[in-house]
């Protein structure tokens, strides 16, 4: 089993990071399209369609999210000397936070929105530099 897995890792790599780029496009150009094409599939398989403004969907991902999150902050405790957790950690907020900022400023000016740019970007920026601190300790070892 080893070998098989390790010759089609980075092709499964491949496939399931086109597959979630595809998914969030998705989710952002039509957020109420993912649910539509879920209910039109639901009465035929059996299952009750979902109300359209359900928020329960998109708060299962919204927690997801935090769970990941939360991983790579605990991973950083954890072991504080492998700068990809930071890494990863500052792309997450960045990502968040100009999303936030594009949604503030294009559709709707909710305060939480703007909140969550700022807080975001700021821990973007801690996680950034934590990253670059890592770096910059590894390179003079």
Known sequence: MGPFIIRIYKP?????????????????????????????????????PSPSGEPDFYLTLAVAYMAV????AWSMFRRPGDASFPMVLA??????????????LWRS?????????VVDGFLAVVALLCFLALKLHAQRR
């Open 91 to 104: 792309l997450a907020k960045f990502s968040s936070s100009v999303l936030s900022l594009v949604f503030f």
């Open 109 to 117: 000016p909710y305060l939480m929105y703007v909140t969550n740019a």
């Open 12 to 48: 499964l790599s491949l496939a399931m990071a086109v597959v979630f780029a595809a998914v969030g496009v998705l989710f952002l150009l039509t957020p109420g399209g993912v649910v539509e094409f879920f209910n039109r599939l639901s009465g035929p398989t059996g299952f009750r």
């Open 69 to 72: 999150v939360t991983f790579l």
